[in-house]
C-alpha cells in the first residue's frame, strides 16, 4: 500500500516536469527559427540579409505641377505611398516699370519647386528611378544608398532569445526586494519590445525603399498690369495749390517767428552801429 502511494505522487510530478521540457523545448524552437534567417550571413547576395536601398536625387524638368503629378500616379500604381508632397515658388525678383499715366507693370520672378518622399516596393526602386531621370532636363545631384543592417538585426533577434531564455532560469533570492524584481522585469519587457519594433521598422524598410525628390524648373516671369499707387493716392490741383500756399504761409511766419525772437540781438547790432557812427563822427 504504502509503494502504492508514492506512485500515485510519483506519476504527476513527472508528467508535469516532461510538460515543463516540452513547452521550454517548443519556445526554443520558435526563437531558433525566428533568428535563423537573418543568421544567414555568409554571402553579401544572398537573399536573407537585411538590406536597406534608398534614392535621393534632385533634377530640373520642364514643368514640376506635371512632373510631380506624374511621379505621384506612378508611385500609387506600384502599390507605393506618397507620404509627403509639398509644392512651392521660390520669388527672387520683383520689379516695377510705368505702364500708363496710372498703371504699372509688375514683374514678379520666380522658381517653382516640388519637394516628394515616396515608399515604393524595392522591386520597383530601378524602375522610378529611371523614370524620374529620364524627365529630367539636367540631373543636379543623384544619390543611391544600399546599407546592410543584417547584424543589427541578428543582434536584436538573439538579445530576445537570451532575454526569454533568462525568463527561465533566472532565480531571485530573498534578498532581492520586490520593487526590485518587478523594475528589472519591465526593464527587460521593454528593452525586448524596443528591439522587436526596432526589427519590424528594419522589415519594413527592406520591403519599401524611401525615394527623396526634389524637382525645379527654368526661373518663371509672372507679369501683371496693376494700379500706380502714387497716381490713385495723389491729390488734386486744386488741392495741392492749395496746399502749397498754406505751406508757403507758414514757411514764411515761421522765418518771421525765427527773426523776432533774435529782438536782443537786433538792440545791441543797433547800439553798435550807432556807436561806430559817433566814434567816426568825433574823429572826422
Known amino acids: 500500500m504504502r509503494s502504492s502511494s508514492i506512485y500515485w505522487v510519483a506519476i504527476p510530478m513527472v508528467t508535469l516536469f516532461a510538460c515543463g521540457n516540452v513547452h521550454y523545448d517548443q519556445k526554443a524552437e520558435a526563437v531558433t527559427e525566428n533568428a535563423a534567417p537573418a543568421a ?156 522587436k519594433i526596432a526589427n519590424l521598422g528594419i522589415l519594413e524598410n527592406v520591403a519599401y525603399s524611401t525615394i527623396t525628390v526634389q524637382l525645379f524648373q527654368p526661373q518663371v516671369a509672372d507679369v501683371q498690369i496693376a494700379l500706380n499707387p502714387a497716381s490713385i493716392t495723389r491729390a488734386g490741383f486744386g488741392t495741392e495749390t492749395a496746399t502749397a500756399f498754406r505751406t508757403g504761409v507758414n514757411v514764411t511766419r515761421s522765418i518771421f517767428i525765427f527773426f523776432l525772437q533774435l529782438w536782443p540781438l537786433w538792440i545791441i547790432a543797433i547800439l553798435l552801429w550807432f556807436g561806430y557812427k559817433r566814434l567816426l563822427f568825433k574823429r572826422a
Open 40 to 195: 544567414d550571413t555568409t554571402s553579401l547576395q544572398s537573399s536573407s540579409r537585411k538590406r536597406i536601398k534608398t534614392a535621393d536625387i534632385r533634377c530640373r524638368v520642364q514643368d514640376v505641377t506635371a512632373a510631380t503629378t506624374k511621379l505621384e500616379k506612378l508611385v500609387t500604381s506600384l502599390d507605393g505611398i506618397v507620404v509627403e508632397s509639398v509644392l512651392r515658388n521660390d520669388a527672387q525678383e520683383q520689379h516695377e516699370y510705368p505702364y500708363s499715366a496710372d498703371s504699372i507693370r509688375r514683374v514678379q520672378l520666380y522658381t517653382p519647386v516640388s519637394t516628394l518622399t515616396l515608399k515604393v516596393p524595392v522591386t520597383h526602386l530601378d524602375s522610378v528611378v529611371h523614370t524620374i531621370t529620364a524627365m529630367a532636363g539636367y540631373i543636379d545631384q543623384r544619390t543611391l544608398r544600399d546599407n546592410d543592417v543584417t547584424l543589427q538585426y541578428l543582434g536584436n533577434e538573439l538579445r530576445n532569445a537570451a532575454v526569454i531564455k533568462d525568463e527561465r532560469t533566472t532565480d531571485h533570492t530573498k534578498k532581492d526586494s520586490e520593487l526590485d524584481v518587478r523594475q528589472y522585469s519591465e526593464d527587460k519587457k521593454s528593452a525586448f519590445i524596443e528591439r
